[in-house]
């Protein structure tokens, strides 16, 4: 479109200018008395010189050579057309306003091909990586206030623009980590594309431990965004085995009977005192094995037991599970959770308290104790 609207730009310009020279040389041959066929191939010889000088400027200017010839060519017929479009004038007795008229379509084509040359040349030198040197914007107020400074500052960047030299040292962009690109492309996914990524990597880790590890990456969700993400599939978790509770050493059987208890010695009564009975024989209660023991012990205290068979390294997932398989008892993540914060609230509270005085034994023994 651009070079649509410029090739019909020049289409009408240059044969104004053109005929308008023509003319001018015509009606000044007429004056001079040169014959008519004569005068009219002098105009057109004329105007096809102009015009081939143009063209080889312009050419020069696009391969990027010297282009002074044709450049110098070019101005010069374009001084001779604009003085015979002055003389032309002055023989119709036109003036200034006949001369502006005749003149302007040369001068003109003159100027939009000069523009249209330096385009060409930019173009050509920001090809070669070679930029002019242009003015600072310092504004107006700069220029008049400062300009002593000014003029170092734009003389400086001239000196450094023919040397080659710059007094700025390239900034060294900071090298960056594995970890760190790694964190950044993890961070421009899309959610959906990033949890099932971490989900095809750790097929072992359940929603929760799952977004903690989305987390670690950037991507901040919840266990419920994974779910959700995870369209509510069942997640099959490669879990350690469990290993069963041991049962409880029986207790030792108290005896049948229960041994008599030794007799007083009488005190000085004129009646003598009676023997005491022995009591009669309290037998012994069976030790509590398997799922029976669990049923005897409070559902915490079965999570302690639990918790302390399987070690430090169990979750809270894991020990519900442990307690539902041996005690036959539902224990969710949560109550473990819950009985574990219990404990660690309870140790430190027991860690910060004071210890009771222990109270002298001498005291209130009278003598050699304290009154």
């Known amino acids: 479109m651009k070079r649509i609207v410029w090739w019909l730009a020049m289409a009408i310009i240059a044969p104004a200018a053109a005929g ?13 008395g040169v014959p008519q066929w004569l005068a009219v191939t002098t105009a057109l010889v004329y105007d096809g010189v102009a015009l081939g000088c143009l063209y080889l400027a312009s050419e020069a200017v696009r391969a990027a050579l010297s282009a002074a010839g044709p450049l110098a060519a070019t101005f010069v017929m374009a001084g001779i057309s604009v003085y015979l479009n002055v003389f032309h004038a002055q023989l119709i007795h036109g003036g200034t306003p006949a001369a502006l008229f005749f003149a302007t379509p040369t001068f003109g084509l003159l100027v939009l091909s000069h523009l249209a040359w330096s385009g060409t040349r930019n173009r050509a030198r920001a090809a070669r990586g070679d930029t002019p040197l242009r003015l600072p914007a310092y504004g107006v107020l700069t220029w008049l206030l400062a300009h002593e ?8 960047s001239a000196e450094e623009r023919v040397t080659g030299a710059s007094s700025m040292a390239p900034a060294v962009a900071p090298r960056r980590t594995a970890r760190e690109v790694l ?10 594309d990033a949890v099932q990524l971490l989900a095809g990597a750790n097929p072992h880790l359940d929603p929760a431990e799952l977004a903690e590890l989305a987390q670690q990456y950037g991507k901040q969700m919840t266990a419920t965004d994974v779910a959700l993400i995870l369209g509510g599939e069942r997640i099959t978790v490669q879990r350690v085995a469990v290993p069963a509770p041991r049962p409880a050493p029986a207790a030792a059987v108290q005896p049948s009977v229960v041994p008599p208890a030794p007799q007083l010695p009488p005190p000085p009564a004129a009646t003598p ?3 005491l009975a022995p009591p009669a024989p309290v ?8 799922a029976a023991a669990g049923q005897g012990l409070a559902k915490a205290e079965l999570v302690r037991q639990t918790a302390a068979l399987l070690g430090h390294g169990a979750t809270a997932r894991i020990i519900a599970e442990a307690v539902m398989a041996q005690h036959g008892i539902a224990a969710d993540a949560s109550y473990v959770r819950t009985v574990q914060a219990r404990d660690r609230k309870a140790a430190a509270k027991q860690a910060t308290k004071e210890p009771l005085p222990v ?3 001498l005291i ?3 003598r050699n104790g304290y009154l």
Do not use: C, N, R
Request: proline fraction near 15%; aromatic fraction near 12%; hydrophobic fraction near 45%.
């Open 359 to 361: 109270q002298d034994p």
């Open 183 to 192: 964190v950044e492309k993890f961070a421009s996914l899309d959610p959906v």
């Open 149 to 156: 400074h000014a003029g170092k500052a734009l003389k400086k």
């Open 20 to 32: 308008i020279t023509a003319w001018s040389l015509y009606y000044v041959a007429m004056f001079f």
């Open 273 to 275: 005192p009676m023997p």
């Open 364 to 366: 209130g023994k009278g």
């Open 283 to 290: 037998p012994a209660a069976p030790a509590p094995q398997g």
